[in-house]
């Protein structure tokens, strides 16, 4: 990722998308006709998120459901260092078109995702076809790699929902984002309980400068559908990712992941 080329888009898209365009149906149509073709997509990925967060940042509804794309960074770290895998990468109720694309940017994927909003849904496709992703339903058969943020409007409904569209088979993991205030509610043993078929694998607290306030500060919850006669349960990770300006206690937290990984999975 070159600082450089991220600032010549949000130029081009600041040059043709007025500050007063605020469907993000007609921006994403705007984006089409632009030609981004001398950009990698890692690039286009993060610059297209960094725009949509300055372009939003006054509409608190859209804000809101938008992920800063150094999460989804995070996510992708995890992911990757956990060893968790998957044909595709899934993403069942989009609140907004960021995060499946910041964290898929890391990975050499099929993508594919869906929405109850008919506009983001709408968009999810125009923006894999501008980020040059394959985007492609799975197969029934094809391994899965869930990943998904939820909201926090009604924690124990939206966790519901994720599993039944998720639709895991077995040995396949979700990693998904969710508030720290909801992950200790007591909603997610009672979810666990009347889903025996699946396990949880590891709680990873975000790191608390990420967040302006206490209140808003998030983890990831990693989930995984056990595999049939599995006899030997994962110990669960609970880990805290440190600041991200703390390298050496970065790199600790990696080789946890590392150590974890070695002798769980």
Not at 45 to 68: D, G, Q, R, Y
Not at 117 to 127: G, I, Q, T, W, Y
């Amino acid at each position: 990722m070159q600082p450089e080329k991220l600032l010549e888009i949000v130029r081009v898209l600041d040059n043709h998308i007025p500050v007063s365009e605020t469907k993000f149906s007609q921006i994403i149509e705007k984006m089409q006709s632009l030609d981004f073709s001398s950009y990698d997509q890692t690039d286009m990925v993060n610059a297209c998120n960094l725009f949509f967060a300055k372009h939003f940042s006054e509409n608190l509804v859209i804000a809101n459901k938008m992920t800063p794309p150094v999460i989804g960074d995070l996510m992708a770290l995890a992911a990757s260092e956990l060893g968790l895998s998957g044909q595709f990468i899934i993403d069942p109720q989009v609140a907004f078109p960021d995060l499946i694309f910041q964290f898929a940017s890391h990975f050499q994927r099929p993508i594919f995702a869906e929405s109850a909003d008919e506009e983001v849904l709408s968009a999810l496709s125009n923006l894999a076809q501008i980020y040059r992703f394959d985007f492609t339903p799975a197969d029934s058969k094809a391994s899965k790699l869930i990943v998904s943020r939820l909201l926090g409007i009604d924690f124990a409904k939206e966790l519901d929902s994720l599993i039944y569209l998720s639709q895991f088979q077995p040995g396949q993991a979700a990693i998904i984002l969710a508030d720290n205030v909801d992950l200790q509610s007591g909603v997610l043993p009672l979810m666990l309980k009347s889903h025996p078929e699946l396990e949880l694998l590891s709680i990873i607290k975000l790191p608390n400068g990420l967040f302006k306030h206490a209140e808003m500060a998030s983890s990831l919850l990693i989930l995984r559908r056990k595999v049939d006669n599995e006899k030997v349960v994962a110990r669960i990770l609970l880990a805290q990712i440190p600041e991200l300006s703390n390298k050496e206690d970065f790199s600790k937290f990696v080789s946890q992941l590392k150590t974890w990984k070695k002798e769980n999975l």
